[in-house]
């Protein structure tokens, strides 16, 4: 295997690269396959951005057909045939079924950049500045979405104060039986908490980078009444949580809520394609003609790819009720685990197909991820502390492959814990077996 090169010259920066050094050469479907052919089960998919799997065969062939006749690739944002054909989709697959009414914004082609666009029109609107974020929340790498992020190993990378958000606790922040949003809602209601009336409210309904931590579905409406209270916009970003993921297009849509603004991105081309878009109420469109606009805002083979598979896993219900049935699967397994070790050691958390299996420390995930690579299978962790084992396999996943990683899963568990016996280490556990 020559890696020489990305020893000579790539930037220090890669992350997935040190966890999963091996040249990957091939994929199809849940697999990647390295320059020997070797098959690795993929419970990464590209950190949430190959929800339906690597080349589709469906979506190979219409990027294929199109590529073939020398239709437009980049377009700026002038109309396109493309364009008109995914807006289409849209409006008659996603919105008018759900009774929603949004206008869309393509922003630059990365998921930060649409959190930067929705967090602008939000101050617009509303002149105020300020944002409410919540802990553990991930939004970006650029300064804006960074404003709004938690996580202080991407924070301190910024170079330079982080200012115009003040962060909330989230869902479960503060313990079982704490309802968060009555504390915000105090925060607010006092002129003197210090807190400066926000502009907006972004939040994650499953918190995707801060450890798969799901807000329950009456928290959700709490917030958006709060919102409404306190003359504040809801943003969802449903960047990782959405096109699928929990098992309905939105990740919201089960608590019935609808946020002035969403963000998109990561699985929204279908096929790995960049691609981000604003959702915003019509309202809300009061942009200046270039206001917020980026060059490669007008990728036309992602629009024909996210068109496709619009039409092709979602005008009905079958492709969502499948997710759901996986995401039971996902429940099982790692629930197993954590009733076999004790919550003491594990504890699970997440929705439909964005679980995590919760490990005291991230030493211990770390160890787990690494003995599932060892034995071909690509699953990363998540959290503050990288203490989160992560499923974000693909959602079209057979079952009998979904079943196979998840065991591998459970093996490496196993063989873990019985390794720190072994050795003596907290974690230390003669109580072994697979999970079946």
């Known amino acids: 295997m020559d ?7 790539e930037s220090e920066v890669q992350s997935y690269a040190r966890s999963f050094p091996v040249l990957f050469s091939k994929a199809k479907g ?29 979506l190979k062939e ?7 006749e020398d239709y437009i690739v980049h377009g700026l944002d002038m109309h396109t045939c493309a364009k008109r054909n995914f807006l289409n989709q849209l409006e008659e697959v996603i919105f008018k079924p759900r009774d929603m009414q949004y206008i869309v914004q393509f922003t630059g082609p990365t998921g930060t950049n649409a959190v930067e666009a929705a967090l602008k029109i939000a101050r617009n609107i509303k002149g105020r500045s300020n944002i409410v974020t919540f802990t553990n929340g991930f939004h970006g790498v650029s300064l804006g979405s960074l404003a709004v992020t938690g996580n202080s190993h991407h924070r301190d990378a910024a170079g330079v104060e982080l200012n115009g958000a003040t962060v909330m606790p989230y869902d479960g922040y503060m313990g079982e039986g704490v309802d968060t949003t009555e504390y915000i809602d105090k925060q607010l209601s006092d002129s003197s908490s210090g807190v400066d009336k926000p502009a907006a409210v972004i939040v994650e309904t499953v918190q995707g980078e801060g450890g798969i931590n799901a807000a329950s579905l009456q928290w959700l ?5 709060l919102c409404k209270k306190h003359d504040m916009l809801l943003i969802v970003d449903d960047i990782q949580a959405g096109c699928g993921r929990t098992g309905s297009f939105f990740s919201f ?6 946020p002035d603004i969403i963000t998109l991105s990561k699985s929204l081309s279908g096929y790995g394609l960049p691609f981000s878009v604003v959702l915003m109420k019509p309202e809300l469109d009061q942009w200046k003609p270039g206001e917020h606009n980026g060059t490669f805002r007008g990728h036309n083979p992602a629009f024909v790819t996210a068109a496709a598979a619009l039409d092709h896993f979602w005008r009905d219900n079958t492709f969502a009720n499948e997710v759901k049935k996986k995401g039971h ?3 099982e397994y790692f629930g197993a685990i954590a009733q076999k070790y004790g919550d003491q050691w594990f504890t699970t958390t997440g929705r439909g197909m964005m679980q995590g299996l919760v490990c005291t ?7 787990i991820t690494s003995e599932a690579f060892r034995r071909k299978l690509i699953i ?6 990288s203490h989160v084992v992560k499923t974000l396999c693909p959602l079209t996943i057979s079952e009998e492959d979904l079943r196979k990683g998840l065991r591998i899963v459970s093996d490496s568990v196993d063989t873990v814990m019985q390794a720190r016996a072994q050795a003596g280490k907290p974690g230390a556990s003669s109580n072994v077996g697979a999970v079946a």
């Not at 890696?3 to 010259?9: G, H, K, L, N």
């Not at 219409?62 to 073939?68: M, R």
């Not at 849509?253 to 609808?258: C, L, R």
């Open 221 to 225: 409406r709490n917030l958006e009444k």
């Open 30 to 58: 849940a697999y990647l396959f390295d320059e020997e052919g070797q098959a690795y089960l993929d419970f990464l998919a590209g950190a949430g951005t190959l929800n339906y799997g690597h080349n589709h065969p469906v």
């Open 361 to 367: 420390n991230g030493e211990l995930a770390n160890e």
């Open 253 to 258: 849509e089960d608590a019935g809520i609808k």
């Open 329 to 331: 699967i996902i429940s």
């Open 380 to 385: 990363e962790t998540s959290g503050a502390d």
């Open 3 to 9: 890696t020489q090169i990305f020893d000579r010259i």
């Open 62 to 68: 219409k990027l294929l057909a199109y590529l073939g």
